[in-house]
C-alpha cells in the first residue's frame, strides 16, 4: 500500500514559476495549494497550466507577487498552511533571504515544514529566528532542506532515519 502524505494539505508554492510543484502536490492529494510568483511569463504559463487541468479556485489560487518583500500579503495562507515549498532563483543570496522572510512574515502553524530547494553552494542557516532545520536531501549540486517552525525543544522535530 502506498501513503498518501499530500492528503487533505493546504500548501504554499512560493516562486511557482510554471506550478510544477504545487501542481505535483494537488495530482498526490493536497486539498488547496497557493501559488506565488511575479515574473509575467511564469503566471502566464502558471495558469495556462491550471486552466488546462481543469485545476480552478476550489482547489487553487494564484497570487502575483514579488518574493520575499511580498510574503506579508500572503500572510493568512502561510498561517494556515501545512508545507511551505520554495524554489528562489539558485545563486547569491535569494534562498537565504527567502527563507529568513518566510519566517518575519507569518507565524507558521507548529506542524508546518519548509521544503527550501536551492543550489549546493549555497549557505543555507542551521535555524533563523523563527524557522530550524530538520533535515537535507542532497540530488548533486540540489540541496532540499526542510525547515519547521523553531521550537525550544529540539528533540521533537527530529526526523527518524534522518
Do not use: Q
Not at 48 to 74: F, H, I, K, Q, Y
Not at 103 to 131: F, I, N, Q, S
Request: with cysteine; charged share 30%.
Amino acid at each position: 500500500m502506498v501513503l498518501e502524505p499530500w492528503t487533505d494539505l493546504r500548501v504554499v508554492d512560493l516562486y511557482a514559476g510554471s506550478g510544477a510543484l504545487g501542481i505535483e502536490a494537488l495530482s498526490r492529494g493536497a486539498a488547496f495549494v497557493d501559488f506565488a510568483e511575479h515574473g509575467r511569463h511564469a503566471l502566464t504559463a502558471l495558469t495556462a497550466n491550471l486552466e488546462a487541468l481543469g485545476l480552478g479556485d476550489d482547489c487553487a489560487r494564484v497570487w502575483r507577487v514579488e518574493l520575499p518583500s511580498g510574503l506579508g500579503r500572503m500572510r493568512e495562507a502561510l498561517e494556515r498552511a501545512d508545507v511551505v515549498l520554495m524554489d528562489p532563483p539558485y545563486g547569491g543570496s535569494d534562498a537565504r533571504r527567502a527563507l529568513e522572510a518566510l519566517g518575519r512574515a507569518a507565524a507558521l502553524p507548529a506542524g508546518c515544514r519548509v521544503a527550501l530547494e536551492h543550489h549546493a553552494k549555497d549557505d543555507m542557516p542551521v535555524a533563523t529566528a523563527a524557522l530550524e532545520r530538520i533535515a537535507e536531501r542532497r540530488y548533486g549540486e540540489t540541496h532540499i532542506t526542510f525547515y519547521g517552525p523553531r521550537r525550544e525543544d529540539r528533540s521533537a522535530l527530529e526526523e527518524p532515519g534522518a
